[in-house]
C-alpha cells in the first residue's frame, strides 16, 4: 500500500512554469514507481511521464510525445517525493494533474496499471 499526496499546481499565463509534487507513504525501495497523469473536462486521462527501471545511479524516464522537452521529472528519495516540473505551459495543458504509483519495472503510461492514485490538482493556463 502507498499512499499518495500532491501539491502545487494552480493558475499561469501562457509560457509559465509551475512544479507539482507528489508525497509518497512508502519509500521508492518497497518497489513502487511514480508516472504523472492529466485529466482536462471531457477528455479522457492522459499518461504524461513515469520512472521505471532500475538505473545504477537513477530510475529511467519516459515522457509523451505531448510533454516531451517541456515537463521534467525528478524525485528526491530522501524524503519520498516526485515532482513535475512544467515549463512553456500552453493553454491545452490546463487540466486536473494527477501522481500515481504502480509496481511495474516496465514503463507505462496506461492508467490501469497504476493501482494508487493521489488526490489531483488543478493547473489553469490561461493566454
Known amino acids: 500500500q502507498v499512499q499518495l499526496v500532491q501539491s502545487g499546481g494552480g493558475s499561469v499565463q501562457v509560457g509559465g512554469s509551475l512544479r507539482l509534487s507528489c508525497l509518497a507513504s512508502?519509500?521508492?525501495?518497497?518497489?513502487?514507481?511514480i508516472g504523472w497523469f492529466r485529466q482536462a473536462p471531457g477528455k479522457e486521462r492522459e499518461g504524461l511521464a513515469c520512472?521505471?527501471?532500475?538505473?545504477?545511479?537513477?530510475?529511467?524516464?519516459y515522457y509523451s510525445d505531448s510533454v516531451k522537452g517541456r515537463f521534467t521529472m525528478s524525485q528526491d528519495k530522501s524524503n519520498n517525493t516526485v515532482y513535475l516540473q512544467m515549463d512553456t505551459l500552453k493553454p491545452e495543458d490546463s487540466a486536473m494533474y494527477y501522481c500515481?504509483?504502480?509496481?511495474?519495472?516496465?514503463?507505462?503510461?496506461?492508467?490501469?496499471?497504476?493501482?494508487?492514485w493521489g488526490q489531483g490538482t488543478l493547473v489553469t493556463v490561461s493566454s
Open positions: 500515481a504509483a504502480r509496481t511495474t519495472m516496465r514503463w507505462s503510461l496506461e492508467a490501469a496499471d497504476y493501482g494508487f
Open positions: 512508502s519509500h521508492r525501495n518497497s518497489g513502487y514507481y
Open positions: 520512472f521505471y527501471g532500475a538505473g545504477f545511479y537513477r530510475d529511467y524516464e
